[in-house]
């Protein structure tokens, strides 16, 4: 038995050493991270199984287009290896997905494997006005109307939104802001 519930900070370096198994080490360099460096994700979500292991992770990001107009930003998305094919993916996505409807949130984006993420209904093609804050192969750029006509509202280069998170440390590296996580 799997059960969804909200992360709690006890399954940080569960979803950590997850996320370095199916992501790699680089993980960090992708553009999406840029949008979640220095802030709380809006939703976290963990999947346990019966025995209160962690084997699944999804999280859901602030984001605010050059007008203000927010989406959310899904990722990073990831289950165990041993448990592919249970559906622990799609589980995550759905309780996900249905969490944001209901807190009134009109659309989701992610950069991601259109095979996979249109059964939850998401699509290529919605985010011609959009970018993101570094290099990205659009035709992964996805998105996901809750509210109709919430996607072709946005434009312009997506910035983070949301609460600052008081566990990251922000300094001058000479060439602008930088981050940190304190220790």
Partial sequence: MIDIVDEVQAHVCAREALLD??????????????????????FAFTALDANGKLVGTVRLWAVVDRWEHQSLLL?????????????????????????AALHGHGSVLLVGDLPYYERFGFAAGLLEDVMLPGPVDYRRFLGLELAPGH???LDGTLIADGVLDSSASFFDAGDGLALSKLA
């Fill in 21 to 42: 198994l199916s992501f790699g080490l680089d993980r960090h360099l992708k553009t999406s991270e840029r949008l979640r460096e220095g802030r709380l994700p809006v």
């Fill in 75 to 99: 990722g990073p998305l990831a289950v165990d290896p041993q448990c592919r094919g249970l559906k622990v993916g799609d589980r995550l996505m759905r309780h996900a997905l249905n969490q």
């Fill in 151 to 153: 996607l072709a509202g």
